[in-house]
């Protein structure tokens, strides 16, 4: 028997929204405080993914830096569509706007400026009756629903509340679907930590009545030791086969208790059924299922090394609030990726980071980088109050860690000017040895960040700090986001040759 293993979308892909075209699925995921916004994903048997850009992706579409959007603000839960021949994503940015409607012709862009919709709330969904009326749901707190004028971006009826779940708390994400003879109204409720559920409703029509479905929530992991945790915010499609599958977000906490996850919240799929009286019955999610019939449509994998070599930065690479178009630059030096500090940020003034999302529990990410007159290295972060970073500058190497208000110097190392090549590695605590003074402890994080000068299979690599990885993660941190890896500048120009990231087993 075929299967596939979850996550589909590994790391910080939180809120995923689905639809088909044909043979082609197409996903977007949240992005919150970074740019460019909203990725976008395309697969031909909705396990395979790849990215084939951001739906936002130049500073005309949003205010960039965007306006108060500090950590785990900006761009929340996306919904994607196909119709009338166009693509269609609604998307709330919470920092400044509010909820607008972006639209193209082909999935990978360009995508439209944004039509702003007089609606309040957060998580907007789209939904077309045959007769081509229009029908947002959002989340005020409480379902609402409208209808609107998706070109215009005009309120024509409502708003006014509908269903809102079963009496959990935090009631959100709906999507609206006409399937068959009934509306059904599918909805997140019980917060998106641990007791996180998928529970729905439906109608003959959407001014309704809306009657919940009596096995609700009809998916939930709260309470159980499944290694998935924080199953919701949910959305369905059907395949050319006829079954019926569903995204939806979930975490992998791993470490002592209460278990820590620090990738974020990342994309899940599992198959969903109809039973007698109409209801869907969704599968529990597991680390491995039946995959869905058809084609195999398996991608290579990509690359480990970006050379810098191509005219634009691939569309994985993500900034906090805005990439100034003087912060970076793949030309002046060209085979080289040339920050320059131009900030500030919440943290650290001048502050240019470029970065891309940790996607495996355990992994390694190197750079060769020449700091110049400059200072710039590598940093793995969650947030801006929260990140280790490995920095080279003024002749030395040094590690630091930031953990809420306190920020230190671990580690120090004189080093000779020109290149060097920086690695950080992640492994899961029960990979790594403890520390002598450490041995029969418990290993309380989820796993060790360890720092290093040079290539750590080389002979002549320094090993300069072991940090425990549970301060970066979001039982510590809070909020909606997951790590990212990357490389800065915080003073001055820094060049980087080459930047590397691969799983390890």
Known sequence: MRT???PVISGFHPDPSVCRVGDDYYLVCSSFEYFPGLPIFHSRDLVHWQQIGNVLDRPGQLPLPLPGSAASRGLYAPTIRHH????????????????????????????????WIDLPGIDPDLAWEEDGTCWCAFTVPGIHLARIDPVKGEVLEGPFPVWSGTGLTWPEAPHLYRIGDWWYLLIAEGGTERGHAVSVARARSPRGPWEGAPANPVLSHSGTDRPI????????????????????????????????????RET???PVEWDGDGW????????????????????????????????????????????????WSLTERPGRLALTATGPTLDRPG?????????????????????????????IRLDEAHHYDLEVGVGEVRVVARIGPLRQTLAR?????????????????????????????????????????????????????????????????????????????????????????????
């Open 229 to 264: 945790q924080s199953t919701g915010h949910g959305d369905l499609v059907a395949a050319p086969d006829g079954n019926w599958w569903m995204v939806l977000l979930g975490t992998r906490p791993r470490g002592f208790s209460p278990n820590f996850h620090v990738l974020g």
């Open 351 to 379: 502050h240019t980071f470029v970065g891309r999302r940790q996607q495996h529990l355990d992994c390694r990410a190197a750079a060769l980088l020449d700091p110049g007159t400059g200072r710039g290295g590598l940093s």
């Open 84 to 115: 009338d021949g166009r693509f269609w994503v609604i998307n709330t940015n919470v920092s400044d706007g509010g909820n607008f409607i972006v639209t193209a012709e082909r999935p990978e862009g360009p995508w439209s400026d944004p039509v």
């Open 280 to 327: 869907p019955v969704v599968a529990p999610v597991a680390e491995r299922h039946p995959a869905p019939g058809g084609a195999w449509h398996p991608l290579p994998e990509p690359p480990a090394r970006d050379d810098f070599d191509a005219p634009a930065l691939a569309p994985h690479w993500i900034s906090p609030y805005a990439r100034p178009d003087n912060s």
């Open 413 to 505: 190392r004189p080093v000779p000017p020109g290149p060097l090549t920086l690695t950080l590695t992640v492994r899961t605590t029960d990979l790594v040895p403890p520390s002598p003074e450490l041995a029969g402890a418990e290993p309380f994080g989820p796993d060790t960040i360890t720092c290093w000068l040079g290539d750590p299979d080389a002979p002549d690599a320094h090993l300069l700090a072991e940090l425990d990885g549970r301060y970066l993660s979001t039982e510590v941190a809070t909020g909606f986001t997951g790590r990212v890896i990357g490389m800065y500048a915080t003073e001055g120009t820094v060049t980087f040759d080459w930047f590397d990231y691969s799983p390890t087993p």
């Open 4 to 6: 596939y293993d979850n």
């Open 268 to 270: 899940f799929l599992t």
